[in-house]
T-cell receptor, first 110, second 111 residues
């Protein structure tokens, strides 16, 4: 069964304190892994797509990496405005349906 | 370039009523997917529309139905509302099975 698990569920950081979020996935024939940022009460905002193991993508203080079993979202020197829930998702086997993890809620304190 | 839009933003209904939510996809996209997101959870797939047909469906009862119009916009209908239907309803558009871009969502409250 296709499955996505994110850890930790919640993460509190001080401003400038770097850390990583984890996304473990099980799917037959990976057709991409997506990272989204979601602010409270709003729709997910697309961040990255990763397609193959070893691939990396960066955007400002965020860097996403991919292995055959998991993906990491590294946050370098975070700022309070990086506080949000970060979701990862994979397309289910042979469909356009996205399977989401439950998300990691990040709080960055000044 | 307008992104994905949804209406209404918020909606309050009572149990047993029916509701219709609307979605306009991002320019150039032909596929619309609907998701339900409960508080503190990741979005759950309801169904996907392509070429005006339901192409894929998640584990949701028949009370949930949808439609896609020739201009690719879409509606989600929910009949006989239950308290448990209270959630954020998200529409996402894509070009085929490509990257999905989400709208701002509709917050449905069932009393």
């Amino acid at each position: 069964e296709d499955q996505v698990t994110q850890s930790p569920e919640a993460l509190r950081l001080q401003e400038g304190e770097s850390s990583s979020l984890n996304c473990s996935y099980t799917v037959s024939g990976l057709r991409g892994l997506f990272w989204y940022r979601q602010d409270p009460g709003k729709g997910p905002e697309f961040l990255f797509t990763l397609y193959s193991a070893g691939e990396e993508k960066e955007k400002e203080r965020l860097k996403a990496t991919l292995t055959k079993k998991e993906s990491f979202l590294h946050i370098t020197a975070p700022k309070p405005e990086d506080s949000a829930t970060y979701l990862c998702a994979v397309p289910s086997s042979n469909t356009g349906k996205l399977i989401f993890g439950q998300g990691t809620t990040l709080q960055v304190k000044p | 370039d307008a992104g994905v839009t949804q209406s209404p933003t918020h909606l309050i209904k009572t149990r047993g009523q029916q509701v219709t939510l609307r979605c306009s996809p991002k320019s150039g996209h032909d596929t619309v997917s609907w998701y339900q997101q409960a508080l503190g959870q990741g979005p759950q797939f309801i169904f996907q529309y392509y070429e005006e047909e339901e192409r894929q469906r998640g584990n949701f009862p028949d009370r949930f139905s949808g439609h896609q119009f020739p201009n690719y916009s879409s509606e989600l209908n929910v009949n006989a509302l239950l308290l448990g239907d209270s959630a954020l309803y998200l529409c996402a558009s894509s070009l085929g099975w490509g990257e999905q871009f989400f709208g701002p969502g509709t917050r449905l409250t069932v009393l």
